[in-house]
């Protein structure tokens, strides 16, 4: 660092100095002291005009988060315009953000769903024990309706876990058949996740409607609603299972019909039990 230049005047009395002096030959201030002054005060303009100047740095996790979520918003979009021409060799996490949007989607349907079906439930045995009373019948105990335990934000979560659960294990059940029965040795367990959302990735909007019917009409419209998409979710969704798998080109094994129809009948006992667990968990 360069030394600090000795001003050419006296700053205490104003008399011409020398190049160079460290006292003032005239009133004898000490200009080392004040050299030194100036150059700490330079060290700091310097130092602050640096922090001005320095452009400021990114948190590198949330500029991946973003860069994470704009490509997988435009793949999200693009499979839902070309389900068979799904990009898959994507970003392996892709399919499992899918299924995790899918599993908070229906977590939130069954929380609206059935708060309102069993409002509406509760409020027609109201009516009809007011009328049954109003022609003077003897009292007699009604059945009780089951209502949902916990809170919404219960029902919720034990809903989306079991969500996750249920595709976890379908996704794990089509993944071993292309893999080990059909011979597809380069197919991971994310690979085939992203695969699978990439053809079925159309359920998010059938998702959201229902979501949309169920809570803004009456519970026996918004509820017919609710299984119509539901069943077209079903529909859409073992299409695109059956298409994972049928898709490959079989280099051993049984036959690609034979290995889509052990899949699909382990589904249906997983899907058995698993709604059992929804019933007794939720009700």
């Known amino acids: 660092m360069s030394e600090t230049v000795t001003p050419s005047f006296c700053p205490n009395c104003g008399a011409k100095l020398k190049p160079g002096a460290k006292f003032c030959t005239s009133c004898g201030f000490d200009l080392t002291q004040f050299n030194a002054q100036l150059h700490q005060q330079a060290t700091q303009r310097a130092t602050q005009q640096q922090t001005v100047q320095q452009p400021h740095q990114p948190n590198p996790n949330v500029a991946a988060a973003k860069n994470y979520s704009t490509n997988y918003f435009s793949w999200l979009w693009d499979s839902i315009k070309h389900p068979s021409q799904t990009d898959i060799k994507a970003n392996k996490f892709f399919g499992a953000t899918s299924f995790a ?158 290995a889509l129809l052990i899949a699909l009948i382990v589904n249906s006992f997983l899907s058995m039990i698993l709604m059992s667990i929804v019933g007794a968990s939720v009700l």
């Open 101 to 258: 949007i899918s599993s908070v989607l229906i977590g939130i349907i069954s929380m609206v769903g059935l708060y309102r079906i069993f409002d509406a439930i509760s409020k027609f045995e109201s009516d009809l024990d007011s009328f049954v009373n109003s022609l003077g019948e003897a009292e007699s105990e009604a059945p009780t309706t089951p209502v949902p335990t916990g809170n919404g934000f219960t029902i919720f979560l034990k809903v989306f876990i079991i969500a996750l659960i249920f595709t976890a294990m379908f996704v794990l059940v089509g993944w071993l058949i292309r893999r080990y029965m059909l011979g597809d040795e380069h197919e991971s367990y994310l690979s085939f996740a992203t695969r699978l959302a990439g053809y079925s990735n159309i359920n998010m909007i059938f998702l959201l409607l229902a979501l949309i019917f169920i809570a803004l009409l009456n519970a026996l419209a918004g509820g017919a609603l609710l299984f119509i998409f539901l069943g077209l979710c079903s529909t859409v969704y073992f299409v695109g299972y059956a298409y994972a798998i049928l898709e490959f080109n079989q280099t051993r094994g049984m036959d690609k019909i034979y």
